[in-house]
């Protein structure tokens, strides 16, 4: 079987590197891969490429351009100049072609190889109204385009949208990597250690948390944030913050064992995998509903909160700094959702997606 697959890059972002353990997967049951980015390779500088995997890199992904683009008035930027690209680098003679997002769906579909989209974002709530969201709606329902969703609140408005019958396939974790560590109690004479995803996009919620801490250090209690990811938080005098910029695996996983509270405070996403990986490290969460529902239970293995509302977040913070009982309880149930969500079962489950759409059963 060959397949094509377009990507409009290879940052290093929780998305991409899921990508690569599906791509990882496919080639391992010998299925024939291309991978298609724009952006060069120094954009992928902090992700190995996929061994035995041909991977071109087509240029013409500035942030600026981007940046520009959003902001022209009606919102006329559509990247037609990417999308371009993308489809005269797309190989002919496939059996399948796979897609990242939208802007690939429009890329891909040529009328006679099937497409399958595995959708990891609504992206209609990243577009203001103009025309560039119409575009994503219509390809969102795309009739020759097979869809898969990587969590039941993306599929579920894929539904409502008309796209019936979406296969949820949710990401997972290396279970190697974030593993437990020893139980941890929070003792008076030092701060509470919040850990958060640094990262400045507004929808993060990043600033919500800054704010939180805020509340709390206003409140007299001894808090210290701890960050990691491509961007410092910027906190108001008096919050104290310690910031560790981009880790792997095994780092982010000795961060959570020193910490006593992880935050998620995203106003949507689709899968999270921080507070999942928090649960397997044996860390209490703090975590918004929109994309969650498959993995976080109010009150049984994580306290769930309203998306831009600083203040449940610090009261939140708060409580498990407090109740020793209910942080005990939350640890206890998080440590048995996590094994939950495997790489084998995620793999196998995608790439028998990947052989129903092209026709072709792949090779276990």
């Excluded at 590197?17 to 902090?46: K, M, N, P």
């Excluded at 891909?108 to 203001?128: A, I, K, N, Y």
């Excluded at 709390?216 to 944030?225: A, F, N, S």
């Excluded at 708060?318 to 996590?338: C, I, K, N």
């Amino acid at each position: 079987m060959k397949v094509s697959f377009q990507i409009y890059g290879l940052d290093r972002t929780g998305g991409v590197i899921v990508w690569y353990r599906y791509l990882e997967a496919l080639r391992d049951r010998c299925v024939e891969l291309q991978i298609d980015s724009l952006g060069t390779h120094g954009d992928a500088r902090f992700l190995e490429p996929v061994e035995g995997v041909a991977t071109v890199f087509h240029g013409h992904r500035s942030k600026p351009y981007k940046v520009a683009v959003r902001a022209m008035p009606g919102n006329f930027g559509f990247p037609r100049r990417e999308i371009d690209l993308l489809t005269a680098a797309r190989p002919d003679n496939v059996d399948l072609r796979l897609c990242s997002n939208t802007f690939t769906v429009a890329s891909s579909v040529d009328g006679h190889t099937p497409v399958l989209h595995h959708v990891q974002h609504d992206e209609r709530l990243f577009e203001p109204e103009g025309r560039r969201r119409k575009l994503v709606e219509e390809l969102l329902c795309h009739p020759d385009v097979i869809r898969t969703a990587n969590c039941t609140w993306v599929a579920d408005r894929l539904d409502d949208m008309g796209s019936s019958s979406v296969r949820v396939i949710p990401p997972a974790l290396d279970h190697e990597t974030f593993v437990p560590g020893p139980a941890s109690e929070i003792e008076d004479g030092r701060p509470v250690r919040v850990l958060t995803l640094g990262k400045s996009v507004d929808w993060k919620g990043m600033v919500d948390v800054v704010e939180a801490m805020r509340i709390l250090t206003e409140q007299g209690r001894d808090v210290t944030l701890v960050s990691y990811g491509p961007n410092k938080p910027r906190v108001p005098r008096g919050v104290r913050l310690e910031h560790h910029g981009f880790v792997n695996g095994t780092e982010l996983c000795a961060l959570l064992h020193g910490t006593d509270v992880a935050v998620s405070a995203s106003w949507y996403e689709s899968f999270p995998l921080p507070p999942l990986e928090a649960m397997a490290t044996g860390t209490p969460i703090v975590c918004t509903r929109l994309g969650t529902e498959d993995y976080a239970n109010h009150e049984e293995n994580s306290l769930v909160v309203a998306p831009k509302q600083p203040p449940e977040i610090a009261a939140a913070i708060a409580r498990l700094s407090d109740d020793h009982d209910l942080r005990h309880s939350l640890v206890r149930h998080g440590l048995e959702t996590a094994p939950r969500f495997s790489w084998d079962v995620a793999c196998d489950a995608f790439c028998e997606e990947v052989g129903r759409a092209a026709g072709i059963a792949v090779p276990a």
